[in-house]
């Protein structure tokens, strides 16, 4: 048990912890009073908490950039099914259709390649820390032999860090295919990114509730900017227009059937109410942390090459020995829990070109400390 | 307290967002309203709907506007 309480969390980018205490406090209660179901039920705790989720819908908006349109933020268990809805719910959509970033999850890659077998998607070029390669792409995209129909974008790696540059490739694709819709992957970027949707027309935002937006697993959300765009990959009850058998287009109904998680919702509403202000280490004092690890000649490091465009998670990997071995160390002789593997994203590891051997990360949340940060890089003096 | 049926009127919504934003928002405001199962033969779109005194029908039209998820019910509706 004192192991436990003294373990330094650094897999922050599979799922944050610590949680806000508030939240903490929410959970524990929540079933303390009868309690019904968002859009059914009447008594007043049930509506109460329908209005934290109606507010999160709101707050939510308002981090992707689309203030005033919460409605059109509808929730799923997690920014996977937030993915799948949109590359299953574009008509007779295939692989080859689809542009696809050069980091991207196995949320994106699994459902894309799964689309249809004839075909494969169109991998946008990158450069060694997967930040696609506008000029070049430039000049590839007017020869593409099919019209892409989707582009999918991560905004940022859960392996490297790297913040995409989501504002210039929207720019470039859109210039040269002006029908081509945009999701984008954004599990790992909000908040320590802004992505502005209203302002880049982006079409749909897949965002996780239990990454850095500290809340509990299973609460993700999926921004839809035109209901009509994508057909439901669920249909049920809505609690709305029962007599109608016909799919609706108002949101969020469209896109929410089936009993809401209530609970876990309202308690993604309260962390964000209580969210720790300020990060407790910039993504530059982690890119800076991160390229020092490299000084002794004992580990490979690998973060976006411009600092500007680092996120709160890094990968290392330990020259002549597995990053396995490494991290079992880590967390047993040192109590520091980090991740180890493909992190779910094959894409990401062709790239930076550690498909092979996989890569030990490192990522923190607003909870974490330079104390933390220099336990670590003890410990990897010392393994 | 209840409210009198017979000297109000009903808020109906298009949506669950709708009806839980206006609950808010009179809330917020101070009107005295209550919660009721919206009655299905006038609109069973939402479930809930909002029963508000009649004087105060002018200060509600006000925060509303022309709101295209709620609609506005005399009374005698039952």
Known sequence: MQFILEMIYLDNASTTYPKPEEMKAFLATAYDR?????????DGYTLELSQRVELLRDRLASLIGVDGQGEHICFTKNATEAINIVLRGLPLLKSSEVLLSPMEHNAVARPTYALDT??????????????????????LLPNLTVAPRLCVLNAMSNVNGLVQDLHSVIKIVRKAYP??????????????????????????????GHKGLLGPTGTGALYIRNPESISPLLRGGTGFRSFDLADTLHLPERFEVGTLNLIGLSAWYMALLHYPEGLGISSGGLHSYARSLEAGGRYR??????????????????????????SDKL???????????????????????????????????????????YRLEEALHSC | MLIQKMASFILLFASTRAFLRASRMVKGNGIPHQIYAAPPHLYPECGMCLLIPEECRVRVAEIFGESPDIMFVDQNFR
């Open chain 1, 34 to 42: 009868p309690l019904g179901s968002y859009g059914r039920s009447r």
């Open chain 1, 118 to 139: 004839e075909s494969k998607p169109f991998l946008l070029p990158a450069q060694s820390d997967g930040l696609v390669d506008c000029s070049i792409l430039a000049d």
């Open chain 1, 179 to 208: 029908a081509c819709l945009f999701l984008i992957d954004a599990a790992q970027a909000i908040p320590y990114i802004k992505i502005e949707a209203e302002e880049l027309g982006i079409d749909f935002v897949a965002i996780t």
């Open chain 1, 301 to 326: 490091v690998f973060t976006a090459l411009d600092p500007h465009r680092q996120g709160p998670l890094f990968s290392l990997l330990p020259i002549g020995e597995e990053a396995s071995i490494l």
């Open chain 1, 331 to 373: 967390y047993h002789k040192h109590g520091i829990a980090t991740r180890v593997g493909l992190h779910c994203a094959p894409l990401a590891h062709q790239t930076i070109g550690t498909e092979k051997s996989g890569t030990l990360r490192v990522s923190i949340s607003p909870y974490s400390t330079w104390e933390e940060l």
